[in-house]
C-alpha cells in the first residue's frame, strides 16, 4: 500500500515512510519526515543526510549500518561515525534505515 507525504504535493511514500521516487526528495521532504519522527534536524544531522546521499550517488544503493558508519569515519571523522552517536541524533532502532528514509533513498538491503 502506497500512501502520501502529508503537508506535500502527493509526494508518494511506500508502508515504512521511503519515497518511491528518489527525484521527489528535497531538504523540506526530509524535515517533514523527520518531523513525523518527532526530529527536528540540525547541521549534525543535514552532515549525515548529505554524506550517505553521497554514498548513494557512489554505489546506487543504501548502506547498512556497518558500511555506513565506516563511510561516517571515512568522509565526516571517528568522533561522527559511532553507532551511538548515530542513534542519538536519528534515535533507536537501526540507524541506516532512518537515515535513508530522511535522505530519500530506498530502504537499505538486509536491513529488517
Not at 502527493?10 to 519526515?33: F, K, N
Not at 543504501?62 to 568522509?75: D, E, F, G, N
Not at 571517528?78 to 533507536?92: C, E, N, P, T, W
Request: hydrophobic letters at 40%; proline letters at 4%; charged letters at 20%.
Amino acid at each position: 500500500m502506497n500512501a502520501a507525504l502529508a503537508g506535500t504535493n502527493d509526494v508518494a511514500v511506500d508502508d515504512e515512510g521511503y519515497l518511491l521516487h528518489l527525484s521527489d526528495w528535497t531538504p523540506d521532504i526530509a524535515v517533514q519526515l523527520a518531523a513525523q519522527q518527532q526530529l527536528t534536524l540540525n547541521e549534525a544531522h543535514w552532515d549525515i543526510i548529505y554524506a550517505i546521499r553521497d554514498f548513494y550517488r557512489q554505489y546506487q544503493r543504501s548502506p547498512t549500518t556497518r558500511v555506513l558508519l565506516k563511510y561516517l569515519a571515512q568522509q565526516l571523522g571517528a568522533d561522527k561515525a559511532s553507532s551511538i552517536y548515530v542513534m542519538q541524533l536519528f534515535g533507536d532502532g537501526t540507524p541506516a534505515k532512518t537515515v535513508a528514509r530522511l535522505a530519500g533513498l530506498p530502504k537499505p538491503t538486509n536491513c529488517i
